[in-house]
């Protein structure tokens, strides 16, 4: 029995691209709760006078307060978050930097897989038109007396 290789290496390219977008899919069902942003410190001037914060020589500002920004549908969205909830929605962070991560992937994997299946034809050897430019035009129309 007779075999073609390119279709042997073919066959088990893609073969491979499933096994690791199988993997992918276990991994992302296993992630946790997820949430899109970054989290930062802010210090905060209440304005008050007579307050540390406005304190002419050694002013303090008041914080650290943490503050999750991201953008939602197109739009910037700005909350501050509790001190006891940070460690939790940091965790939530991570695990959506893990999710997109895992999502490039899949789609890099995916976008080799449909070059090998629809763009990649080892049977079809690709050619140059060798017709010269003049023999592509449309034939005139005779002009009529």
């Avoid at 914080?63 to 953008?71: D, E, I, T």
């Avoid at 930097?97 to 080892?122: C, G, H, V, Y």
């Avoid at 060798?130 to 007396?145: Q, V």
Wanted: overall charge positive.
């Amino acid at each position: 029995m007779l075999y073609n290789i390119a279709d042997m290496n073919t066959t088990t390219s893609i073969a491979k691209l499933q096994r690791e977008i199988s993997a992918i899919r276990q991994a992302l069902q296993k992630l946790g709760p997820i949430h899109p942003g970054s989290v930062s410190m802010q210090y905060q001037v209440c304005g008050r006078t007579g307050c540390r914060c406005m304190d002419p020589e050694h002013p303090r500002r008041h914080g650290p307060y943490h503050k999750l920004a991201y953008v939602h549908r197109g739009k910037p969205v700005c909350r501050f978050v509790r001190a006891d909830c940070a460690d939790e929605i940091k965790q939530r962070l991570h695990t959506y930097k893990t999710f997109r991560k895992l999502m490039d992937r899949w789609i890099e994997l995916s976008i080799q897989q449909a070059q090998i299946e629809f763009f990649n034809s080892p049977n079809k050897p690709k050619t140059k038109r060798t017709e010269p430019a003049s023999s592509l035009k449309s034939p005139r129309k005779k002009k009529r007396l």
